[in-house]
T-cell receptor, first 114, second 114 residues
Framework: GDSVTQMEGPVTLSEEAFLTINCTYT??????LFWYVQYPGEGLQLLLK?????DKGSNKGFEATYRKETTSFHLEKGSVQVSDSAVYFC?????????????FGEGTQLTVNP | DGGITQSPKYLFRKEGQNVTLSCEQN?????MYWYRQDPGQGLRLIYY???????QKGDIAEGYSVSREKKESFPLTVTSAQKNPTAFYLC?????????????FGPGTRLTVL
């Protein structure tokens, strides 16, 4: 079935450091890919998405490129802030197994220290 | 403001009791979802509804029930048959049942069984 694998956390960075959170997926068909962010005690918010190969999603300084050849959708930010501390989830939908349901990775906890 | 509301934010239940979690949306979305989140894990789909008066089991439906009598409401009942109900429950909605549609999440309900 469809699945999403994220790099193990937690990740701790200093403010202004470069961030990469790896995400790879397994799916047949042509899935859409998403990054969601969850701040403490809250629900999830969409951070960015890409719906076809080579698309780049971007928002609030975060970027991710849909790489079909490597089945990856890595999240990057050039300079993180303390306010970016949260849990980040990679997800897919539209695979032949999942259909329109979202399949989530395990989440990566990011802590940014001043 | 449009959005998804969940109530209550915190809920305590004694073993053997059924409890109903509320989810309301005023986004005029057709599709709604219930997820369960456990510490260190991604979200798992409990039930989903593509349209009013219709719903389908997700990956972990045992011990849960739902109804979708109105477009804006999708309550979840956690029954006494659910063996380990303590978790964070998230409701979501999307405009349509499409794999590129963004799911919007509520703030969640934390259920604790005493």
């Amino acid at each position: 079935g469809d699945s999403v694998t994220q790099m193990e956390g937690p990740v701790t960075l200093s403010e202004e450091a470069f961030l990469t959170i790896n995400c790879t997926y397994t799916a047949t068909g042509y899935p859409s890919l998403f990054w969601y962010v969850q701040y403490p005690g809250e629900g999830l918010q969409l951070l960015l998405k890409a719906t076809k190969a080579d698309d780049k999603g971007s928002n609030k300084g975060f970027e991710a490129t849909y790489r079909k050849e490597t089945t990856s959708f890595h999240l990057e930010k050039g300079s993180v802030q303390v306010s970016d501390s949260a849990v980040y989830f990679c997800a897919l939908s539209g695979g032949e197994t999942s259909g329109s349901r979202l399949t989530f990775g395990e989440g990566t906890q990011l802590t940014v220290n001043p | 403001d449009g959005g998804i509301t969940q109530s209550p934010k915190y809920l305590f239940r004694k073993e053997g009791q059924n409890v109903t979690l509320s989810c309301e949306q005023n986004l005029n979305h057709d599709a709604m979802y219930w997820y369960r989140q456990d510490p260190g894990q991604g979200l798992r789909l409990i039930y989903y509804s593509q349209i009013v008066n219709d719903f389908q089991k997700g990956d972990i439906a045992e011990g849960y029930s739902v109804s979708r009598e109105k477009k804006e409401s999708f309550p979840l009942t956690v029954t006494s048959a659910q063996k380990n109900p303590t978790a964070f429950y998230l409701c979501a909605s999307s405009m349509d049942w499409g794999d590129t549609d963004t799911q919007y999440f509520g703030p969640g309900t934390r259920l604790t069984v005493l």
